[in-house]
Structures are given as structure tokens and as C-alpha cells.
């Protein structure tokens, strides 16, 4: 389909060539083009949102509408409009978004979906303020190593040079700093609910473990080792002798099945147990990325200002990242979407500078974290054996720790609070200035002395 977002990718980067050769230099030129017809191949292989197959197929009646109609449209008047173009309401309301999938059933048959509801939209005069048609999301997440490294229980990070874990700790001991524990919402795939480091990590009601599950999945047995590893970093799991004790609170979603408006569903969820007691959370842990501006999402996130978004930058083959910065021709949502509480974080290697497998842009990337070989707490063989994982998303989980730490010292901290403690307590380097904003690096000590000496 000529409108997506996928295929406005390469017709994107068709236009940048032209500019290069008109504009640049020779030399220039001549790379930008060595990267359309040389890579765009290995680039769809490695990324398939990108691929022609799921262009074709993305909505191949397999499609979701979200949409915000004007405040005083009936009930009546949504149903009749699903039902003209063939789509089944799932649910009303979420974040003011009305929500139905494709019926399969009585589907459009040579019809483009986007033309027809433009069409019943315009001839109808139905009042709306936005809308998306939205295919199935094929997330863009790091892959966990099987590398094998013995360390020790409670063990610290090897980067604690850069995070300065070491003297955290001993300034939370010379303060006696107590810490109340809260929630962290892990947007991911499944978790291992019986993971003896996740079983105790688990918020329970009504002795079920709290969680939120796609409604494209029938259980929550599908469980991946990416959102295992991601929901024990996040959590702090490694280091809860030191810095208090935090509960996941799991939402589901699975790559190549879920759709992004699962995830506006499952913050809605989370957000009625937080007014009815159930539960507390102040941040959001989103490791993954899309190219889908959906504004379901984009309204949700803002419209959620008491809560803290750290998401993911996302992760590209580094043979040709800087290339494709330079040019700002990748579009990676929620990466980009300039929201006040939201923080977008990248990957940095054991030597303080910013990972080759992360994305970087002094435009959108606030912060830096580990995101090479960092030991997750999903064990192998036997206790002293882990795995290592690698990736924006693993980055994207330690500063979300680090946040809901600082929320966990006092839980009348404000986002904004939270955020100037996390960037003004960064390392600055300025071999990063111009990757990262300010050339920020995370320091865990430096974030707690700020909220400490602040309040």
C-alpha cells in the first residue's frame, strides 16, 4: 500500500539520493546510492517491517481502525459506520479513541481500506478528529546473546565506572535512604511467570499475578526470554539488596501478532487499578520501536503526564547508521515523538561512547546506558551462569530502573523532577555531543544526590 509508512521509506531515501547528487559532493553521492541499491535488500531482510511481502500483506484484511470521533457522535452513528466498512468494534474509549479490526468475514474485496473509509468518512459527514488504519506490529527488538560470563549474585555492572553503582550505594547507606516499593509497566512480550527471579518480582491480586495480556493472545504462557530479561532489569532485580524492592507489572504484547493500539489499551488498564488502589507506577519501560506514528498511542503517552516514558531508541546494523542519521530518513516511533515525559535512550559500549548497534541523534536520543554485554539475571546451566544481552532495549530497562528508583525515595517527585535528576546528574562527554543530547551519560550516584539534595 503506496500510504505507509513502510514503503514511504525507500521512496523517502529515492528522494534523498537525488538531493545528494544535485547538492553534495561526488564522493557522497555515490555512497548514498551504494546504500539504496546495495543494502535495501539486507536492510528488508533484517528488518521485514520493511519488506515489500509485509507492505503487500500489512492490510490484506487484517487491519485495525482507531479512531477519534468529534464528542457528540453517537454510539449509533460509530456502529453504522463500522459496520459500512466491514470492521467490528473491539472497544470504546480509549484515551477518546474508538477501536475495531477488519471482519474478515465481509471483507472489501480490490479495494484499498484507507481509500474506503476516507470515502464513508467524507460522504457520511461524520464528525472525527483523527484516525489510523493500522496493520499488525512487527516490533524491532534486540535478540538476547547466548554468550555465558560467571559472575556472583548481586554482582555490579563492569560499566560501574560510568554509573558510579558503587557509590550509590554507600551514599544510600550514609543517608539511610528507605525506599517504598512501587510498580514498574513493562511493555513487552511474555515474561516467564515462573522464573525464579520473576516469581517475587510479581504484583498479585486476588492470587493472580497482576499483568495485562493482547487480546490477539490466548495466553500468557507464550513466554520469550527478551521480555524476561528486559522485566528483570527493569525491576532492579540485581540489585534489590541495595536499592529497594519494585514490582513488574507486565503488558503483553507480541511481536508480529499484537497491534500498537494493544498497548493504549493495556495503559488504560494499568492506569484504572492505580485509581482503584490495586496498584502504583510511575514509569512506562517501552524496549522496542515501530515506524508507526499512531496517534492512539502518541495521545496516550501524553495524556499520561504523571508517568515517566523510557523508550527505547532503537537498533541498526552499524555499517550504515551514520549514513541513514545523517540523512533523518528513519522514522522510529516512540523514539521521536518530542513529549514532555518521555526519555529516549541508547546503547553505549564498555568504553563510555555510544554502541555501533544503537541509533544516535543529538535531535531525539537523550541519554546513554549499558547496552553491550550487560548481564541480565536469566540464568543458564546453573545459578552463576547468566545471560548477556544486547541492545537499546537492555539500555532502555537499566535507566528505567534507575527512574523508578528515584520515584521509590520520595512519591511526591514530579516527571519533570525525575527527568532534570536523571539529566543533570548524566556524565557529560563530549566526544557524544553531537549522538547524544548534551552528550548525556547515565550515573546512577550523581541522579540520587540530585533528588537527595534537591528535597
Same mark, same amino acid.
Given at each position: 500500500?503506496?500510504?505507509?509508512?513502510?514503503?514511504?521509506?525507500?521512496?523517502?531515501?529515492?528522494?534523498?539520493?537525488?538531493?545528494?547528487?544535485?547538492?553534495?559532493?561526488?564522493?557522497?553521492?555515490?555512497?548514498?546510492?551504494?546504500?539504496?541499491?546495495?543494502?535495501?535488500?539486507?536492510?528488508?531482510?533484517?528488518?521485514?517491517?520493511?519488506?515489500?511481502?509485509?507492505?503487500?500483506?500489512?492490510?490484506?484484511?487484517?487491519?485495525?481502525?482507531?479512531?477519534?470521533?468529534?464528542?457528540?457522535?453517537?454510539?449509533?452513528?460509530?456502529?453504522?459506520?463500522?459496520?459500512?466498512?466491514?470492521?467490528?468494534?473491539?472497544?470504546?474509549?480509549?484515551?477518546?479513541?474508538?477501536?475495531?479490526?477488519?471482519?474478515?468475514?465481509?471483507?472489501?474485496?480490490?479495494?484499498?481500506?484507507?481509500?474506503?473509509?476516507?470515502?464513508?468518512?467524507?460522504?457520511?459527514?461524520?464528525?472525527?478528529?483523527?484516525?489510523?488504519?493500522?496493520?499488525?506490529?512487527?516490533?524491532?527488538?534486540?535478540?538476547?546473546?547466548?554468550?555465558?560470563?560467571?559472575?556472583?549474585?548481586?554482582?555490579?555492572?563492569?560499566?560501574?565506572?560510568?554509573?558510579?553503582?558503587?557509590?550509590?550505594?554507600?551514599?544510600?547507606?550514609? /543517608?539511610?535512604?528507605?525506599?517504598?516499593?512501587?510498580?514498574?509497566?513493562?511493555?513487552?512480550?511474555?515474561?516467564?511467570?515462573?522464573?525464579?527471579?520473576?516469581?517475587?518480582?510479581?504484583?498479585?491480586?486476588?492470587?493472580?499475578?497482576?499483568?495485562?495480556?493482547?487480546?490477539?493472545?490466548?495466553?500468557?504462557?507464550?513466554?520469550?526470554?527478551?521480555?524476561?530479561?528486559?522485566?528483570?532489569?527493569?525491576?532492579?532485580?540485581?540489585?534489590?539488596?541495595?536499592?529497594?524492592?519494585?514490582?513488574?507489572?507486565?503488558?503483553?504484547?507480541?511481536?508480529?501478532?499484537?497491534?500498537?493500539?494493544?498497548?493504549?489499551?493495556?495503559?488504560?488498564?494499568?492506569?484504572?487499578?492505580?485509581?482503584?488502589?490495586?496498584?502504583?507506577?510511575?514509569?512506562? /519501560?517501552?524496549?522496542?520501536?515501530?515506524?508507526?506514528?499512531?496517534?492512539?498511542?502518541?495521545?496516550?503517552?501524553?495524556?499520561?503526564?504523571?508517568?515517566?516514558?523510557?523508550?527505547?531508541?532503537?537498533?541498526?546494523?552499524?555499517?550504515?547508521?551514520?549514513?541513514?542519521?545523517?540523512?533523518?530518513?528513519?522514522?522510529?516511533?516512540?523514539?521521536?515523538?518530542?513529549?514532555?515525559?518521555?526519555?529516549?535512550?541508547?546503547?553505549?559500549?564498555?568504553?563510555?561512547?555510544?554502541?555501533?548497534?544503537?541509533?544516535?541523534?543529538?535531535?531525539?536520543?537523550?541519554?546513554?546506558?549499558?547496552?553491550?554485554?550487560?548481564?541480565?539475571?536469566?540464568?543458564?546451566?546453573?545459578?552463576?551462569?547468566?545471560?548477556?544481552?544486547?541492545?537499546?532495549?537492555?539500555?532502555?530497562?537499566?535507566?528505567?530502573?534507575?527512574?523508578?528508583?528515584?520515584?521509590?525515595?520520595?512519591?511526591?517527585?514530579?516527571?519533570?523532577?525525575?527527568?532534570?535528576?536523571?539529566?543533570?546528574?548524566?556524565?557529560?562527554?563530549?566526544?557524544?555531543?553531537?549522538?547524544?543530547?548534551?552528550?548525556?551519560?547515565?550515573?546512577?550516584?550523581?541522579?540520587?544526590?540530585?533528588?537527595?539534595?534537591?528535597?
Amino acid at each position: 500500500m503506496k500510504n505507509l509508512k513502510a514503503k514511504l521509506f525507500f521512496i523517502n531515501l529515492k528522494k534523498h539520493c537525488f538531493y545528494a547528487l544535485k547538492s553534495r559532493s561526488f564522493i557522497f553521492s555515490f555512497l548514498v546510492f551504494f546504500l539504496f541499491y546495495f543494502c535495501q535488500d539486507s536492510f528488508k531482510s533484517k528488518y521485514p517491517i520493511f519488506s515489500d511481502s509485509f507492505i503487500s500483506q500489512s492490510l490484506n484484511y487484517d487491519a485495525r481502525l482507531t479512531i477519534k470521533f468529534a464528542k457528540d457522535v453517537t454510539k449509533k452513528v460509530k456502529d453504522d459506520f463500522f459496520a459500512k466498512i466491514s470492521f467490528s468494534p473491539i472497544v470504546y474509549d480509549i484515551f477518546g479513541y474508538d477501536i475495531a479490526e477488519y471482519n474478515k468475514e465481509s471483507h472489501i474485496v480490490g479495494s484499498d481500506i484507507k481509500i474506503v473509509v476516507d470515502n464513508i468518512l467524507k460522504g457520511s459527514n461524520i464528525k472525527f478528529i483523527k484516525y489510523n488504519i493500522e496493520a499488525r506490529f512487527y516490533g524491532l527488538h534486540n535478540a538476547v546473546e547466548n554468550t555465558q560470563n560467571n559472575i556472583i549474585h548481586n554482582d555490579i555492572y563492569k560499566e560501574d565506572r560510568f554509573l558510579k553503582i558503587r557509590q550509590a550505594v554507600n551514599f544510600i547507606k550514609q /543517608n539511610k535512604i528507605k525506599f517504598k516499593k512501587q510498580g514498574i509497566v513493562v511493555v513487552d512480550s511474555a515474561p516467564d511467570f515462573t522464573h525464579p527471579n520473576l516469581e517475587n518480582r510479581l504484583k498479585h491480586h486476588n492470587n493472580k499475578p497482576i499483568h495485562w495480556l493482547s487480546r490477539s493472545l490466548k495466553s500468557n504462557k507464550v513466554v520469550d526470554i527478551h521480555g524476561t530479561s528486559i522485566s528483570c532489569l527493569a525491576s532492579g532485580y540485581r540489585y534489590k539488596k541495595w536499592f529497594g524492592d519494585s514490582y513488574i507489572l507486565p503488558l503483553i504484547i507480541n511481536f508480529g501478532k499484537s497491534y500498537l493500539s494493544d498497548i493504549a489499551i493495556g495503559l488504560k488498564y494499568f492506569n484504572k487499578l492505580e485509581k482503584d488502589g490495586i496498584i502504583k507506577f510511575s514509569v512506562v /519501560n517501552m524496549s522496542f520501536i515501530s515506524n508507526a506514528d499512531l496517534s492512539i498511542l502518541y495521545d496516550a503517552i501524553k495524556s499520561m503526564n504523571n508517568k515517566l516514558f523510557v523508550v527505547a531508541a532503537g537498533n541498526v546494523f552499524g555499517e550504515v547508521r551514520g549514513i541513514l542519521d545523517s540523512l533523518d530518513i528513519i522514522n522510529v516511533y516512540p523514539a521521536k515523538w518530542q513529549l514532555k515525559n518521555k526519555i529516549t535512550v541508547g546503547a553505549m559500549n564498555s568504553f563510555g561512547l555510544v554502541s555501533n548497534i544503537s541509533l544516535i541523534s543529538k535531535h531525539f536520543v537523550d541519554i546513554i546506558a549499558p547496552g553491550e554485554n550487560v548481564e541480565s539475571c536469566i540464568p543458564l546451566s546453573n545459578e552463576s551462569l547468566y545471560e548477556k544481552i544486547a541492545g537499546t532495549s537492555a539500555s532502555t530497562a537499566i535507566v528505567s530502573w534507575v527512574a523508578n528508583m528515584l520515584f521509590s525515595m520520595n512519591s511526591k517527585l514530579s516527571v519533570n523532577e525525575v527527568k532534570t535528576a536523571l539529566f543533570l546528574g548524566a556524565k557529560k562527554n563530549k566526544y557524544l555531543s553531537n549522538m547524544v543530547k548534551e552528550g548525556r551519560v547515565l550515573n546512577v550516584c550523581n541522579s540520587l544526590k540530585y533528588i537527595r539534595l534537591a528535597k
